[in-house]
């Protein structure tokens, strides 16, 4: 099983819908969760990053947590064009150096 | 503004060469990353160093060397480059308390 999974998609998403995106992890006791955006042929960027169960809202973007099932999601609402990209889960596994590990990725598409 | 810098944006190399990825970052970050970046395979940790002359392998090290004398430059090394080195790599710090990742901007390395 790898640490961090997600769909590779691609999702579309009609502009001005909800796109759901989602990344479950293998390591219970991890803390630390990331969401990045990486355009076609850019580098990742921070969108957000949540450490608490529950929700965590940031204009457009929710990041949402549940420890206990292992999973953990991002709702961008009225979605955009400019949202295509490939969206990066990541996780902070406990203990060590705090070596972030990262998902695959899924390709969102949003078709205006 | 805070900066991770990769000394090329792309490389064409000769099989067989040795290759040097130079990063720089101005954070004052204790933990650098290489990753490299396939379609498909997502972002793939090569090394990392949590401090000066510190390293550790990561998921993927066959083929590779790290070499961190300062804190704010990490350097990988392809002792003998060959044609599945093909890739983008990134490099990536953050410090820490807060993992939030920094990123490169890349660098697009061609082994013909």
């Known amino acids: 099983q790898k640490e961090v999974e997600q769909n590779s998609g691609p999702l579309s998403v009609p502009e001005g819908a909800i796109a759901s995106l989602n990344c479950t992890y293998s390591?219970?006791?991890?803390?630390?969760f990331f969401w990045y955006r990486q355009y076609s042929g850019k580098s990742p960027e921070l969108i957000m990053f949540?450490?608490?169960?529950g929700d965590k809202e940031d204009g457009r973007f929710t990041a949402q947590l549940n420890k206990a099932s292992q999973y953990v999601s991002l709702l961008i609402r009225d979605s955009q064009p400019s949202d295509s990209a490939t969206y990066l889960c990541?996780?902070?596994?406990?203990?060590?150096?705090?070596?972030?590990?990262f998902g695959t990725g899924t390709k969102l598409q949003v078709i205006p | 503004d805070v900066k991770v810098t990769q000394s090329s944006r792309y490389l064409v190399k000769r099989t067989g060469e040795k290759v040097f990825l130079e990063c720089v970052q101005d954070?004052?970050?204790?933990?650098m990353f290489w990753y490299r970046q396939d379609p498909g395979l997502g972002l793939r940790l090569i090394y990392f160093?949590?401090?000066?002359?510190?390293?550790e392998k990561g998921d993927i090290p066959e083929g590779y060397s790290v070499s961190r004398e300062k804190k704010e430059r990490f350097s990988l090394i392809l002792e003998s480059a060959s044609t599945n080195q093909t890739s983008m790599y990134l490099c990536?710090?953050?410090?820490?308390?807060?993992?939030?990742?920094?990123f490169g901007q890349g660098t697009r390395l061609t082994v013909v």
């Open positions: 390591d219970r006791g991890s803390q630390s």
């Open positions: 990541a996780v902070n596994p406990p203990g060590g150096y705090q070596k972030v590990t």
């Open positions: 990536a710090s953050h410090g820490t308390l807060n993992t939030e990742a920094f």
């Open positions: 954070m004052d970050h204790e933990n």
């Open positions: 160093s949590y401090d000066v002359k510190m390293k």
């Open positions: 949540i450490y608490s169960n």
